[in-house]
């Protein structure tokens, strides 16, 4: 027995003692992994480690092109470019709309500035004045115009002027005596001019049959509906578009207060000409069409690249969780199953996606069948912000370089627990100020409005207005309104500022001091770190023939 403890305390802890007894005689020997477990886990390892090389070292490793990184570069410069092109369209459309907005003002609004903050009218010859200067104007319109403006026609017959009043049903009112007897119930009543018929400027009542009862008026609607081309569009080789504008004059009365507010709004409707003729525009279409096309292949051989190689890392997880768990008895935690799923390709899939799509839409735009600017314009400007946030990926294997998105990855939780604290307080003084100071203060007369105001306080705007124009209001809104103030610029600026940078900084140091002194291995990169062959070795285009040859004779699970 003593022969027997002895040789069992010289034995290696690692190796596990196998004893077989009969009665009394025990036989007991050592056993050790066989060579094809030893050659399988050498093999794992060797494979994780090529998985999470660099493309650099990978093309040391076996000769393979960084084809991905290639195509990264090519599809940022294409994508950009498409950008830019639609930028330029889009941009016109929108300058097209907001000066046809402009050029209504000043054709249909009388005696209008662009300077004129609140347009209003006070009495009841002007408010009849300015409704028969719309009117005329408008049965006058292509006569007067300089724009390439017209009536939109249904069946041959010219769309109508309409002229609504939103009124109370019932409405007795004596302010002298301080009595009031009203019903509340609104009613609507509209009639329509022609423009090809005769109007006389003899005023509304007498010319149209509209009377308007002042002490029942809650809003004077005027509804036009005018047509127009683009045509600047031409001048960058494009086809213009046909524009529907949807104009609503209000006159609003709803507070009787003695001011009757004009203001002019403008609904668009982008629609396809129905017929067009453009010299010599074929041969320009059919370029920018094949641009398009060639990113749309570049994005779908990204898309498919990525997609491949998020599902090589989903089946190397899956063998690298099976070895742990026979080999070893354990399981792997999330963390490091997640390390497989690498967020940069799953980046990069969306901005494919949804680069795809803003192409074909731009295809349809270019070639007249949508005319969807602003979800063309989404999906290609959130799918190139996308793309060139997914060239950090490639920085990742730079540590200098990439330690912004280290320290934002790293103080990422720190900062969301403590940003829903600071929100909190946020939203309390959002809803103390848009309730007290909105009555009184412009910036705060609704809650987003109030949000916006107190954000720009935090980075020193609207400070001194803020003061300022609640100078001269009572005595207890001014008091509430300097507690409120002095109490949000220290706590915002000095306070929850300077600890949300604070977390930032401890993280970035602690990030450095990792870089510096090494950071902890977790248990996948200690398993990793046993392999020592390096990139240069040979031995991962041996494990390359032997993938593309087939599985070991030996029956193993792991086996890609």
């Known amino acids: 027995m003593f022969r027997l403890d002895s040789e069992f305390?010289?034995?290696?802890?690692?190796?596990?003692?196998?004893?077989?007894?009969?009665?009394?005689?025990?036989?007991?020997?050592?056993?050790?992994?066989?060579?094809?477990?030893?050659?399988?886990?050498?093999?794992?390892?060797?494979?994780?480690?090529?998985?999470?090389?660099?493309?650099?070292?990978?093309?040391?490793?076996?000769g393979r092109k960084p084809w991905k990184l290639m195509l990264q570069i090519f599809k940022i410069a294409i994508i950009t470019i498409q950008l830019v092109s639609f930028g330029l369209s889009n941009e016109m459309m929108v300058t097209f709309k907001e000066e046809n907005l402009i050029a209504f003002k000043h054709f249909f609004l009388k005696n209008y500035r662009d300077s004129d903050t609140d347009y209003a009218v006070y009495t009841r010859h002007e408010v009849h004045d300015h409704i028969q200067y719309i009117i005329k104007r408008y049965v006058h319109l292509q006569n007067l115009t300089v724009g390439n403006h017209a009536f939109e026609k249904i069946d041959g017959m010219f769309t109508p002027l309409s002229l609504c009043q939103d009124f109370y049903r019932h409405a007795n009112i004596?302010?002298?005596?301080?009595?009031?007897?009203?019903?509340?119930?609104?009613?609507?009543?509209?009639?329509?001019?022609?423009?090809?018929?005769?109007?006389?400027n003899d005023g509304l009542a007498n010319d149209t049959n509209f009377t308007l009862d002042f002490q029942r008026l809650l809003a004077v609607n005027i509804y036009l509906k005018i047509k127009a081309i683009n045509l600047q569009t031409v001048r960058h080789q494009e086809l213009p578009d046909c524009y529907d504008f949807n104009i609503n004059i209000m006159f609003d009365n709803q507070a009787h207060s003695g001011q009757i507010k004009i203001s002019l709004s403008s609904d668009v409707n982008i629609k396809v000409c129905k017929d067009w003729n453009v010299s010599d525009s074929n041969n320009h279409f059919l370029l920018i069409v094949l641009f398009d096309c060639v990113a749309i292949c570049a994005c779908l051989l990204s898309l498919v690249l990525c997609t491949r190689s998020v599902y090589t890392g989903i089946l190397l997880q899956f063998e690298y969780t099976t070895h742990v768990s026979i080999q070893h008895g354990k399981t792997v935690c999330r963390s490091e199953r997640m390390e497989f799923i690498n967020g940069w390709y799953i980046l990069i899939i969306i901005s494919d996606t949804l680069t795809i799509a803003g192409s074909v839409l731009k295809i349809c735009i270019q070639s007249k069948e949508l005319t969807n600017y602003d979800v063309c314009s989404i999906l290609l400007g959130f799918s190139t912000m996308l793309v060139w946030i997914g060239v950090m990926r490639y920085l990742s294997f730079f540590q200098k370089y990439y330690i912004l998105i280290l320290t934002l990855r790293a103080a990422l939780p720190n900062v969301i627990r403590f940003s829903i604290c600071a929100i909190m307080i946020y939203l309390s003084y959002c809803f103390g100020g848009w309730i007290v100071l909105g009555p009184h203060h412009e910036n705060f007369r609704t809650f987003n409005m109030a949000a916006d105001c107190l954000f720009s306080m935090i980075n020193g705007d609207e400070i001194y207005s803020t003061f300022t124009k609640l100078r001269d209001r009572n005595y207890l809104v001014w008091v509430f309104s300097r507690m409120y103030v002095y109490s949000f610029i220290p706590l915002f600026t000095y306070m929850v500022l300077s600890l949300f940078i604070a977390l930032i900084t401890d993280t970035y140091e602690t990030i450095k001091n990792y870089q510096k002194d090494g950071a902890p291995f977790s248990e996948l990169q200690a398993f990793i770190a046993e392999c020592r062959d390096s990139p240069d070795s040979g031995k991962y285009i041996m494990d390359e023939e032997a993938s593309t040859s087939g599985c070991l004779c030996a029956p193993c699970v792991y086996c890609a």
């Not at 009969?22 to 030893?38: E, P």
């Open 174 to 200: 004596s302010p002298a005596n301080e009595t009031f007897d009203i019903d509340p119930h609104v009613e609507t009543e509209c009639i329509s001019i022609y423009p090809i018929s005769p109007y006389k």
């Open 9 to 62: 305390v010289q034995m290696s802890e690692k190796e596990p003692l196998m004893c077989n007894g009969s009665k009394n005689l025990f036989a007991c020997h050592r056993t050790a992994k066989s060579d094809v477990d030893i050659k399988i886990e050498e093999d794992l390892r060797r494979k994780l480690k090529y998985f999470f090389m660099s493309p650099c070292q990978k093309y040391r490793a076996r």
